[in-house]
């Protein structure tokens, strides 16, 4: 089965400018996570979906940060304008729901360095 | 709040020995689980072994073990026989069960494990 894709796998921009990472799961997943990780730090959950709805954005700044899913498949997150400390990489993850689920499934990433 | 605290930035290890790699955690959560995951250099995440808080028994995947000290709130990953494509990061996790839903994970900060030839 096809992973979890994710484009851009780079890119850098300059500070205030604006940036969009998409994300495809793996077909059948209903839950879709962005994560970030910052150099040297573990992954921190941004936004997490079921379907296409929010389950938990706590984590968002929203002043710069958006994330959609639309038909509840692919999913984007944007940058509006970004700062220095956004400079991460973006992980995308997957999983199923229901009883007994527990895995993700992660994309390879997109770094993102902020001059 | 969940934390999760594994206190070895880095670690090496000669090829075909043994490690062991800490964590400890904080939850007042009695129903959870915790996952050992695997970043290798410039590589996707993947999972190597998981454990449900109810459960006892350690976790066993081939080379890969944990001791799970549920009171003391520890969960080490030992790697038997060490192998080269074992360097990699790797990242303690805490997740909250949710009946038949999962969650966010919650990560340490990681050890970066070297095996050396």
């Known amino acids: 089965e096809a992973g979890v894709a994710q484009s851009p796998r780079y890119k850098i921009i300059e500070k205030r400018q604006s940036v969009a990472f998409w994300c495809n799961p793996i077909s059948g997943h209903a839950t879709l996570y962005w994560y970030q990780q910052i150099l040297g730090q573990g992954p921190k959950l941004l936004i997490q979906?079921?379907?296409?709805?929010?389950?938990?954005d706590s984590q968002l700044p929203k002043d710069r940060f958006s994330a959609e899913r639309l038909k509840g498949v692919d999913s984007t997150l944007k940058i509006q304008p970004a700062k220095l400390e956004d400079s991460a990489v973006y992980l995308c993850?997957?999983?199923?729901?229901?009883?007994?689920?527990?895995?993700?499934?992660f994309g390879p990433g997109t770094r993102l360095t902020v001059t | 709040a969940q934390t999760v605290t594994q206190s070895q930035p880095e670690m090496s290890v000669q090829e075909a020995e043994t490690v062991t790699l800490s964590c400890t955690y904080d939850t007042s959560e009695s129903n959870y689980y915790l996952f050992w995951y695997k970043q290798p250099p410039s590589r996707q995440m993947i999972l190597v072994i998981r454990?449900?808080?109810?459960?006892?028994q350690n976790a066993t995947e081939n080379r890969f073990s944990v001791n799970f000290q549920k009171a003391a709130k520890s969960f080490s990953l030992k790697i038997s026989d060490s192998q080269l494509g074992d360097t990699a990061m790797y990242f303690c996790?805490?997740?909250?069960?949710?009946?038949?839903?999962?969650?966010?994970?919650?990560f340490g900060t990681g050890t970066l494990l070297a095996v050396q030839p």
């Open positions: 454990q449900e808080a109810y459960k006892q």
């Open positions: 996790a805490f997740m909250k069960h949710y009946g038949g839903a999962t969650n966010k994970l919650i």
């Open positions: 979906f079921q379907n296409n709805g929010v389950v938990d």
């Open positions: 993850a997957s999983s199923l729901v229901g009883q007994g689920t527990y895995e993700q499934y």
